[in-house]
């Protein structure tokens, strides 16, 4: 190990993603780079102790368990990143690139965050971060909201005072406010146009908060979302909750006087899940027993033997779940579920595919109270 002595480091080329490039000249013969570097993928001496080295600017955990990318020291200086551990036995630097407002980036896994994050947002602001596509083979961006805190919307689900936007994309992506912490979207890029996610907060003295990665995904990816999926999960199972879900009520009256909604309104979206090899059906079903309020007076019918209502008497604001059985083979009569109660939990099972769970809220949640979204598990079924 300690037999080399790399005087020098000359950044020779620099590409996006690829690989790295040093040029190191030794003042001592006797060392062994490839004895060194056993992860290096290439390398070639010319003379008398000069040699490029290169590796591949593959992903890797930073310290502080961030995501990054394999850089040469420089390199992450460069681009603004930060040297977050060693990668590439110890020849390169895990870059992690955390940018604030007002920044673009066509890297990936770059991670975008308030003004002075981890320190909260306490006024007003408008931040526009921009997603370049890291090279014309890139489909789609995935923005997990490592933490998104906003404020809350007004009593009726309007985000009035805080709002994540997200244009530019060949999909539409609802406005967002309130606690998504834990979210994600992907959002498909239209032609060459870059994508921009835009976070305005207002004047009122609320802590905000927000850390999003973005990846951006390659159109040959294999786990690249289907077409359209604005959620898309990949495991055999897993949570799924509404945009600003909480257990809490919405402290907020709405315009007709009643406790009003944590449920945006104008959403209207499609969550996928991954058929996984060998699973069959998949049943949907609450996460706990009052998990499941999108419509109607949740204070009034929470729990109710009505509580929940299907079909016609969803009009506005439903999730759809397609051709559900009942687990005793019985085709149940509807797909469009609302209310204040997700039918007996683990009772359905649909099997049509692919598996998609669509979400409706309209722009009037003005009659609805105290409703606060829902969460919902999906657990895949082995084909039997
Ligand atoms: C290799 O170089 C080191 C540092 O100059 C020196 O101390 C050592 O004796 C050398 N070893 C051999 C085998 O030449
Ligand atoms: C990009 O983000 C960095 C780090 O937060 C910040 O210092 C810089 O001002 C931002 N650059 C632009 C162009 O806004
Ligand atoms: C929006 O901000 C205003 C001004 O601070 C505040 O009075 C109001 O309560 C906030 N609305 C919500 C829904 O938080
Ligand atoms: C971006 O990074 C993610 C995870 O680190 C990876 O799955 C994805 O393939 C990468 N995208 C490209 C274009 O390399
Ligand atoms: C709310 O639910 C109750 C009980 O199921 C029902 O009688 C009422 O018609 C519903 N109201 C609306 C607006 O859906
Ligand atoms: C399945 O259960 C539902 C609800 O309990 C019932 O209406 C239906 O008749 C049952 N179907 C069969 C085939 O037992
Ligand atoms: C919203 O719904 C309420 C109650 O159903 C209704 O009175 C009101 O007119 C609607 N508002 C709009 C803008 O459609």
New binding site residues.
Partial sequence: MNKIFLVEFVLLCYLKAGTSFLYERQDQSNTSITERQPRLIGLWSWGWGVGIVRFQNSACTGETGLVGTCYTRRQCSDIGGSASGSCASNIGVCCVLQLGCGNSSSYNNTYFVNTNYPTPVTGGSRCVYTIEKCNSDICQARIEFISVTLAQPDGDGNCVNDTLTIRGGGSVVPVICGENSGQHVYVQFYEDQDIQIEVVTSTGTFSRIWNLRVMQIACNCPTIAPSGCLMYYTSISGIVNSFNYGSTESSTLNSIGATGTRQLVNQNYGVCVAMIPGYCSIIWSQTSYNSFTVSNDTEAYLFGSNAGTFGNECPYDFVIVPAPY?T???LFYTDRFCGNYFPTVEIFSAFSKPFVLTVVNNGNDTADVANRGFSLSYTQQLCR
């Fill in positions: 009942l005793n083979g019985s």
